[in-house]
């Protein structure tokens, strides 16, 4: 039987990069916050976090929904429907064992495909071939209502007593029989109970929908334009999933009197607002939720207003640490740090400061990391709206915005999001972003720049 050490838990490390001098009357201050955590990705590695949660000799727990659109439109072309069973069964097989699972068709309703009355199976060999056998009687017919499709997930991962509860979902079409207020209102319900990946597969589904999802129930999205790269999105879907190890990690922030946070958002992987999800924890200090973790590194891009002061004073801007919510935490399910439960501190923290100074270069200078992520949000921003003005006929507009992405997007190294955006706009200079609207484009290729815009790269060394 396995005994796990103290030191075999995933270890989170804190840096902060920032330029802490400002000017004099100079009241704003930004920093970077990386964080990473190491020694994840094993089975096991997580079980002092949440001892709870495992039996002796096990590793972090986990409960996954496969959510399946079986629309009538996932018959056209009938290719779709396979593919689709295809990458749920690719993604069953990825499963390890003594993980729970359950397996949701969604239509205008949500069904339990296996393994039905309301349970979850336990990952083997004989559950997943089941499971395998189930998919086979998946049919498309009926319409589309996702939200329907979560709040069935939810219900079967609030169940289990593990530790990471995940969706992924499949969607090939608009979310046409429910309104837009009962899909927020289904994730309103779900945010921070599961994380949830989404996908469009094809080109006739909403992307704004689909990004929407992910970002509220802290997952990916993306788009699969041919159905038969299905199956490897999957798999690499369910193994990052099987890879994670600490759920509903928050990222708190603690202010001193008179200070007021700008902003919060996660900058890299990808953009992620975070600002106004945040819960209080305490006297002056707000928990911001990151989802879970596993062997990965993300950046914090951290804005906070600071009462102005004399020269050669200096201050103490916030603190950043990271928690954890503990057993008996009265707060609703992943939601951590909320209603002020029982936290556990992780131990990675990080501190800003500020400083002011009557030396110019130091007060006006930058730090590269800073300057770097700002420019990432703005490219994510220049072409959400570039591809808006586009479709508003608004091609002037377009173009600007556009230029100014490919502008960038060059000057910052992000390579994959340059090739995206030459195939929308005709780069006559990167460097100035001098660009010209193609006549023709692709409908897959205008989605997949739509839906990959918050991707970003990071700080070159």
């Known amino acids: 039987m396995a005994n796990f050490a103290k030191s075999n838990a995933p270890q989170f490390s804190m840096d902060v990069y920032q330029n802490e001098y400002l000017p004099e009357g100079g009241r704003e201050v930004n920093a970077i916050v990386t964080v990473t955590a190491t020694g994840g990705g094993t089975i096991g590695s997580a079980a002092t976090l949440a001892p709870h949660l495992y039996a002796p000799g096990q590793g972090p727990s986990a409960a996954v929904a496969i959510m399946v659109d079986c629309s009538g439109s996932m018959d056209y072309p009938p290719t779709k429907m396979r593919n689709a069973r295809d990458a749920t069964a690719a993604a069953i097989d990825t499963l390890r064992d003594g993980t729970r699972f359950a397996v949701i068709g969604g239509t205008h309703v949500a069904k339990e495909v296996y393994p039905g009355a309301g349970r979850l199976a336990v990952a083997d060999a004989t559950t997943r071939e089941q499971a395998k056998q189930a998919l086979r009687r998946l049919s498309a017919g009926g319409g589309t209502a996702i939200g329907t499709w979560l709040r069935l997930a939810d219900r079967l991962l609030s169940a289990a007593d593990v530790t990471i509860r995940h969706g992924i979902l499949l969607t090939d079409g608009r979310n046409e029989h429910e309104s837009p207020e009962d899909l927020r209102a289904a994730l309103t319900e779900c945010a921070g109970r599961f994380t949830c990946d989404a996908r469009g597969v094809g080109t006739d589904w909403e992307v704004k929908e689909v990004t929407g999802i992910a970002s509220a129930l802290l997952g990916t999205a993306d788009i699969v334009a041919d159905p038969a790269g299905l199956a490897d999105d999957f798999t690499r879907m369910m193994e990052t999933a099987m890879g994670k190890e600490v759920a509903d990690v928050a990222l708190r922030v603690w202010t001193p009197v008179g200070t007021t946070i700008r902003f919060v958002k996660q900058v890299a992987p990808t953009v992620e607002e975070l600002t106004g999800r945040r819960t209080e924890a305490g006297p002056r200090a707000g928990d911001y939720p990151t989802g879970s973790w596993g062997d990965e590194s993300r950046d914090y891009h951290l804005c906070v207003e600071v009462p102005a002061a004399g020269l050669g004073q200096e201050m103490l801007a916030a603190r950043v640490s990271l928690v954890v919510p503990q057993p008996g935490d009265t707060s609703r399910p992943g939601a951590a740090g909320s209603g002020g439960g029982s936290v556990q501190n992780l131990g990675a923290q990080g501190l800003v400061r500020a400083v002011w100074t009557d030396d110019m270069t130091a007060s006006t200078s930058i730090s590269p990391q800073v300057a770097h992520y700002t420019g990432q ?85």
């Open 377 to 461: 949000a703005e490219l994510a921003q220049a072409i959400q709206q570039g591809l808006d003005l586009r479709k508003a006929g608004d091609f002037d507009g377009a173009t600007a915005k556009l230029g100014r992405a490919v502008q960038l997007a060059s000057a910052s190294g992000n390579a994959d999001t340059a090739k995206l955006l030459a195939k929308v706009v005709d780069v006559v200079d990167a460097a100035t972003g001098t660009v010209r609207l193609k006549a023709k484009v692709a409908e897959a290729d205008e989605m997949t720049l739509e839906t990959r815009s918050t991707k970003t790269v990071r700080v070159k060394k």
